[in-house]
């Protein structure tokens, strides 16, 4: 287990906590939901209640969450490519010479609700501002949640009816749910997905930010069909100038310049501590498909065994397929290395399935090059 899944681990440990406490002390006591006449003894409704009004409360603090991410994305200085929340994606294409919107339901997306995909509009393009407005949300819900039950205990002086009390406790259930998206989406470290606490603190360093921006702007040409900028790579490594120096390396697979490749790869690898840890899994298992195909697959002695004494994490992220990025490793350690035909066929067909729900921007590259695996088990 690594840092980060642990990381992930508490995290979610402390969102249930948070849902414990309330429940123990707010709803379960007999001042809680059991005060409700048709509640009252029937904890089949009483089920029902909590059930609907966390489903009331995911959807409102997931839709208000990316709605707040694009407001600040404007308002930073950015152009909204696509806003997906629960699958529900609105995004830009371009059809011959007309960039025009289009709807697509159930589209996975890079985020606990959601995502929003962005590019900048202006060459001081601040992205601070999108990531530091969900908080205001937040802030916001508390508020009114504070405001909400004042509200009722000072006009009910306590007695509350029915419908008061069920507007107090769907209201304690929406903003405890609001609290537990706030405890994930702004922990300041890496865990499972990239969370805002943590673009706080990349876009802290005016690197970061430079090279984020670079990396939007280079996919957007992609995403509409437009001429793709020049790449110079960053000299500084960082987990974003090294997701922004990935393109170049990219390009140059597809050149066919494995040693230049590998060289910007390595300056990626040679300090662990610069990056995160599934960053730096993930740039280490894109060294062993160069490594692969600049011996064109014919692998000696020496390479396999050197292979089989790679880092443990590393050979779990292979082996689990933890990205779209990790299959054509896959396809090559199992056709090449193990020759196992049947596990050649479970991995293509799992590719196929995880690159049609893909949302990384860099997807239909990592499609040409499984394929230029393909090629080489040939």
């Known amino acids: ?46 089920f029902v209640f909590i059930l609907v009004s966390s489903i009331v409360g995911i959807l409102i603090n997931g839709i208000f969450v990316e709605v707040f991410h694009c407001l600040g994305a404007v308002l930073g200085g950015y152009s909204i ?4 929340i629960f699958g529900f994606c609105i995004y830009k294409t371009k059809e011959g010479d007309a960039i025009k919107n289009k709807v697509k339901l159930f589209k996975s997306c890079d985020g606990l609700t959601g995502e929003t995909i962005v590019t900048p509009k202006r060459k001081n393009a601040n992205p601070m501002i999108s990531v530091l407005l969900p908080f205001l ?55 499972d997905s990239t969370t805002d606490g943590y673009r706080i603190v990349l876009f802290s360093k005016k ?19 437009e001429p793709t900028p020049e790449i110079v790579p960053f000299e500084e490594i960082t987990d974003y100038t090294a997701q922004y120096n990935m393109l170049k390396i990219y390009e140059l697979i597809q050149q066919g310049k494995y040693e230049e490749a590998k060289t910007l790869l390595d300056r990626i690898l040679q300090n662990p501590k610069k990056i995160s840890k599934s960053s730096y ?21 020496e390479y396999r065994n050197n292979f089989k004494k790679i880092k443990p994490e590393i050979r779990t992220y292979i082996y689990k397929m933890s990205s779209l990025e990790a299959y054509k490793v896959y396809l090559l350690v ?41 090629e080489l088990l040939k």
């Open 281 to 301: 899994n993930l740039y280490s298992v894109q060294k062993i498909y160069i490594e692969i195909l600049e011996r064109n697959g014919q692998l000696d002695e």
């Open 334 to 374: 199992v056709g090449i290395i193990e020759g196992s035909e049947s596990e050649v066929k479970v991995c293509k067909s799992k590719f196929e399935k995880a690159y049609k729900k893909s949302t990384l921007l860099c997807r239909d590259f990592e499609y040409s090059l499984f394929k230029k695996a393909e």
């Open 1 to 46: 287990m690594t840092k980060e899944d642990l990381i992930s681990i508490l995290v979610y440990i402390g969102m249930l906590i948070i849902a414990i406490v309330i429940g123990t002390t707010v709803l379960m006591p007999s001042t809680g939901l059991g005060s409700i006449s048709y509640i009252n003894g029937n904890t089949g409704i009483g």
């Open 207 to 225: 690197i970061n930010t430079e090279a984020y921006n670079k990396f939007l702007s280079y996919n957007a040409s992609i995403l509409l069909g």
């Open 81 to 84: 490519l696509s806003c997906n």
């Open 137 to 191: 949300f937040f802030v916001l819900e508390a508020s009114a949640f504070y405001l909400v039950l004042n509200l009722i205990d000072s006009s009910a002086k306590n007695h509350s009816g029915d419908l008061l009390l069920s507007v107090k406790f769907v209201t304690v259930i929406i903003v405890t749910i609001g609290f537990m998206f706030a405890l994930y989406n702004y922990i300041p470290l890496h865990i």
